[in-house]
């Protein structure tokens, strides 16, 4: 078996109403390389080159590798197209474990993020036994501050990141 099919076996694949949550595929990259290319990248560590984009692509599979949970690559149901990222993440170095969500452009205003972030947060809590969550949201990024207001997140401090300031967005705990 190959690596990639041996890591996508122990990533859980679920669902919400439209979207569909799984473990990356290599054909998920160019869309990615699309978006750190371009500035809407820039509350995501972005943009970058190619070869930034695919470590940072990697970092993906590889954060389930090593911490047992990390990002879902999200995709549309009704078309099987990949649209974004979504999921617990926890890098070396991070603020604390974190709910994170990015979306392709010409993907936003349709409530994805909101749906995708609900849905993983919740599994978050279901599947990892998490009582916590934060969201961090750079202060520029309002329609991701958006998102974590409509999650019932509240803002819980501001922190220095990525040579701008964000706030630190609290989750509600499981029910």
């Known amino acids: 078996m190959e690596l990639s099919s041996a890591l996508a076996a122990v990533i859980p694949t679920f669902e919400s109403d439209r979207l569909r949550y799984r473990a990356f595929r290599e054909d998920d990259f160019e869309p990615l390389a699309r ?15 190619r070869v930034t984009a695919w470590r940072k692509f990697a970092a993906y599979p590889g954060h389930w590798a090593i911490r047992g949970f990390g990002p879902w690559a999200v995709e549309r149901k009704d078309t099987n197209v990949f649209i974004g990222l979504v999921g617990p993440w926890f890098p070396e170095g991070w603020v604390e474990r974190e709910i994170t969500w990015a979306l392709m452009p010409g993907n936003h205003g349709h409530g994805f993020a909101t749906e995708a972030a609900a849905a993983t947060l919740q599994a978050a809590y279901d599947m990892l036994g998490w009582t916590t969550a934060v969201s961090v949201v750079a202060q520029e990024n309002t329609a991701s501050a958006a998102v974590a207001a409509r999650l019932g997140a509240t803002i819980e ?16 705990p499981p029910a």
């Not at 978006?35 to 080159?49: E, K």
């Open 35 to 49: 978006f750190f290319a371009d500035d809407v990248s820039r509350f995501y560590g972005g943009p970058c080159d």
């Open 157 to 172: 401090r501001q922190i220095d990141f990525r040579d701008t300031v964000a706030d630190v967005w609290r989750h509600q």
